[in-house]
């Protein structure tokens, strides 16, 4: 996920908590929510994979 993106993501969310957000921003949060959560999806399997050839992932789990 782009850092624009995860910006944006965090600011809506801010704002569904202090003001709620239009349709228009549900509708962009949503987007940007699925994204981030096929970006971890995406990460996760290529992990695995390299697990499974016999890669030492353990920095990649500690890295933030």
Do not use: C, P, W
């Not at 624009?4 to 509708?27: H, S, Y």
């Not at 959560?37 to 390299?50: D, N, P, Q, S």
């Amino acid at each position: 996920m782009q850092v624009d993106d995860a910006e944006r993501l965090e600011e809506l969310n801010f704002k569904r908590q202090r003001d709620g957000l239009t349709g228009t921003e549900v509708e962009e949060a949503a987007t940007l929510l699925a994204r981030y959560e096929r970006t971890m999806l995406v990460r996760a399997r290529a992990a695995a994979v390299l697990k499974e050839r016999g890669h030492d992932i353990s920095a990649l789990m500690t890295a933030a």
